[in-house]
C-alpha cells in the first residue's frame, strides 16, 4: 500500500521560506501524479499544488510566483517562497493514480494522503 509522509514544516517569518518533502514508499511513484493541499483551523482542505507524470505543475492562484512543486525519483517537494500569515496551515502531501491530460484539484480525488506538516508564517 502507498504510504506518503511529509517533512520540512516550521515556524517562519513573514517572507521567508520553506521546502516542504514528501517521500512515497509501497508503489511506483512514477505512476501517480502528486499534490499538495493545506487545511487552515477551521477551514476546507484546499488544492496548492500539483505536479504530473510529466512534470508538468499547476498551482493555485493565491500562491503563483511564490510556490513551485517538483519531484524526483520517490519524493516530492513544495518550494514555498514570500510566505505571508494567510499561508499558514497543516499541509498534506497526496497521490493519484491518473492518466489524463488534466490536473487533479480536488481534493476528493486524491488516493492517498501523508498525515500533514504544520507550516506557520508569523506576521
Known amino acids: 500500500q502507498v504510504q506518503l509522509v511529509e517533512s520540512g514544516g516550521g515556524l517562519v517569518q513573514a517572507g521567508g521560506s520553506l521546502r516542504l518533502s514528501c517521500v512515497a514508499s509501497?508503489?511506483?511513484?512514477?505512476?501517480?501524479?502528486m499534490g499538495w493541499f493545506r487545511q487552515a483551523p477551521g477551514k476546507e482542505r484546499e488544492f496548492v499544488a500539483t505536479?504530473?507524470?510529466?512534470?508538468s505543475t499547476y498551482t493555485v492562484d493565491s500562491v503563483k510566483g511564490r510556490f513551485a512543486i517538483s519531484r524526483d525519483d520517490a519524493k516530492v517537494y513544495l518550494q514555498m517562497n514570500s510566505l505571508k500569515p494567510e499561508d499558514t496551515a497543516v499541509y498534506y502531501c497526496?497521490?493519484?493514480?491518473?492518466?489524463?491530460?488534466?490536473?487533479?484539484?480536488?481534493?476528493?480525488?486524491?488516493?492517498?494522503w501523508g498525515q500533514g506538516t504544520q507550516v506557520t508564517v508569523s506576521s
Open positions: 497526496a497521490a493519484v493514480m491518473k492518466y489524463g491530460l488534466e490536473y487533479v484539484v480536488r481534493s476528493s480525488a486524491y488516493q492517498y
Open positions: 509501497g508503489c511506483t511513484f512514477i505512476t501517480y501524479d
Open positions: 505536479i504530473k507524470r510529466s512534470g
